[in-house]
């Protein structure tokens, strides 16, 4: 279900779960999720951009943090193939993240989507075990009740 990230200069280090799953201010060269089709591939790379943009952790230009958000949630709402992506990128960005700041506006991201879209029932409960094991933390408690009461 996952794809296999690498690093290295011939990319043949494999990148662990749990550093994969962490937040990262570097945007991703491919899905989380194993994909085949390569447009899908492509919007869920630009998601993850868009992702740390709303978030602030990469500069935005053009776009307002409203405007992004539509983007990531039109995207959701209109190809359910990406939503796990977006979850799951969102989650990645919600874990270990030391700025507070950054850390509000994911967990505002996600209860926009989850207001929007649900998760595939594959993943619901990936999702759901995530946002509870996050409610017990006292850093994020604030920002997922909020996310929860909307789901």
């Known amino acids: 279900y996952l794809n ?7 990319r043949r280090k494999r990148v662990s779960l749990a550093s994969m799953m962490s937040w990262s201010k570097v945007p991703i060269k491919k899905p989380l999720i194993l994909m085949s089709d390569r447009q899908l591939k492509k919007d869920a790379v630009d998601v993850f951009k868009l992702i740390l943009g709303y978030m602030g952790d990469r500069p ?5 943090t409203r405007d992004i ?18 979850y799951l990128q969102i989650c990645k960005q ?8 950054s850390l509000r506006r994911g967990w505002e991201l996600m209860s926009i989507c989850l207001t929007l879209f649900p998760p595939s029932t594959k993943f619901h409960s990936y999702l759901e075990g995530y946002i509870t094991r996050h ?4 850093d994020d408690n ?5 996310a929860t009461s909307l789901w």
């Open 69 to 86: 958000a539509l983007d990531i949630c039109t995207r959701g709402w209109e190809t359910p193939l990406i939503r796990d992506e977006i």
């Open 142 to 146: 604030l920002e997922v009740e909020f």
């Open 4 to 10: 296999q990230h690498t690093k290295g200069l011939f």
């Open 94 to 101: 919600t874990t270990d993240n030391g700025n507070s700041e």
């Open 60 to 64: 935005i230009r053009v776009k307002t």
């Open 135 to 138: 409610l017990n933390c006292e």
